[in-house]
């Protein structure tokens, strides 16, 4: 792969404009989101595109709630709801729940390759992965509640309280079940776990997997009839993917099992910022519904500790990802490093590192270089991709998260400008699964919903003002 030269680009960062013609241009993107929003809607759930992906999956959901929360709350609510009905009795959610409506080759690797069956954890007559993606739900039940209008709020409070115990679960499982070794983490299985698949950050860990031959029947990659292939994972990565399922099909996703037998045991720091922000918006939803708080802020301290304590590394003044096979911590410099900005408590000097980072030529070039914010991956590591999945490309969620990381930690400059790339993105290229940092050029699907979803947290909450309460 190439290196890329950032310097010769003539492009300037968007910044935040509000002119007049700017709140119209955000208003008329707000209106054909939300028609995205409304094609990809199937009764009970939002398919994250109608060709690509047209199931539900996890994570997608809850950022999809968290947009249609503004104008559709019914529907918001009705889409974590259908995705929790699917909830493993582990407690685990699953990264994908199949719709059984959906043609069966739709897409690649189904229901039939996936056998959730095999496991008695799994939901009775409800196919679904065997694997869970981030936890970002306890927060998108939150923001989603604070929608709410007055005349909604018994109705909504009502939700909350329905969803809490399950919302509590999935910290649960992952908290105990996937904390091997007791080290107050916790470990992915998978990459598809990460909801990052491709990252480099793995990189090292995963491409030493190698797949015996014969391992894997024949196979027909659905994805590259609806994307191009120089913007989807590569077919080794591809080929680890399904390998790695394939093993813990054969051991029924069982965790102890899995976790005593995969050739991939991840600590992600990016995934585990997401469920210590998720265990603050617990305690946010447990004083709202009566319930105590208190175990959850126990629980968000405990993973402040973990984080900072274990994937911390001073001497690269980053946090990574850490590889608990080879008991290694991964050095590539990518996006899940800056994951426990969502942190409330993570300390000044620690914040200012990551924002250093984040505002170096290896994520934003400076004037008279490119260009968008933020690229999934350094632009000066020799093998970084402005077009392939998440090696290199800006997904608008990533952007989100860091966006409400960097408000709280009062960088406004910073996250306006990670605002404003994200409506520039979506206002030259639509809502597509994915941009080109150095270009703006749209990948992936079209019509993506996590892309409309967000576009309308961006373009309605994003100007400034940090998080209230
Ligand atoms: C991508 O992952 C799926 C596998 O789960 C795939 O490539 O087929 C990722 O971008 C993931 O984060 C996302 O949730 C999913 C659906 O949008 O697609």
Known sequence: MSQHQPTSRQV?????????????????????AREVLDGNWMGRYTRPSQALYPHQWSWDSAFIAIGRAWHDPARARQELETLFEAQWTTGMVPSIVFDPTAPPDAYFPGPQVWQ???????????PTSGITQPPIHARAALEVHRHAKPADRALSLAWLARLYPRLVAQQRYLAATRDPGGRGLAAIVHPWESGLDDSPAWDRDFHRIAVPAGALPAYRRR??????????????????????????RAARYED???????????????????LLW????????????????????AEAH???????????????????????????REPEDSIVSFGPLLDPDLPPEIVAAICRELESPSFHPRPGGSHYLVPTYSERAADFDPDRYWRGPVWLNTNWLLWHGLRQHG?????????????ELV?????????????????????????????IDFALAGHGAPDSG
């Open 12 to 32: 300037t960062h968007p910044a935040l404009d509000d002119t007049a013609a700017a709140m119209e241009t955000r208003a008329e993107l707000v209106d054909r």
């Open 116 to 126: 959730s069956e095999r496991s008695p954890a799994a939901p009775h007559g409800r």
């Open 223 to 248: 994805d590259l009839d609806h994307a191009a292939a120089a913007d989807r994972p590569t077919d080794a990565d591809y080929e680890r993917f399904l390998y790695l399922l394939t093993l813990e």
């Open 256 to 274: 102890s099992q899995v976790l005593a037998a995969t050739p991939f045991l991840m600590v992600d720091p990016l995934f585990n910022a997401i």
């Open 278 to 297: 998720s265990a603050h918006a617990l305690a946010d939803i447990a004083r709202l519904i009566g319930a105590d708080p208190a175990p959850h802020l």
């Open 302 to 328: 405990r993973l402040h500790e973990a984080l900072v304590g274990e994937l911390w590394v001073t001497h690269r003044r980053r946090f990574c990802a850490w590889d608990l096979r080879r008991d290694q």
């Open 411 to 423: 960088r406004i400059g910073l996250a306006n400008e990670v605002v404003a790339s994200s409506i």
């Open 427 to 455: 206002r030259r290229s639509g809502f597509r699964e994915y941009y080109d940092p150095l270009d703006g050029s749209g990948h992936g699907s079209d019509r993506f919903s996590w892309s409309a979803a967000l576009l």
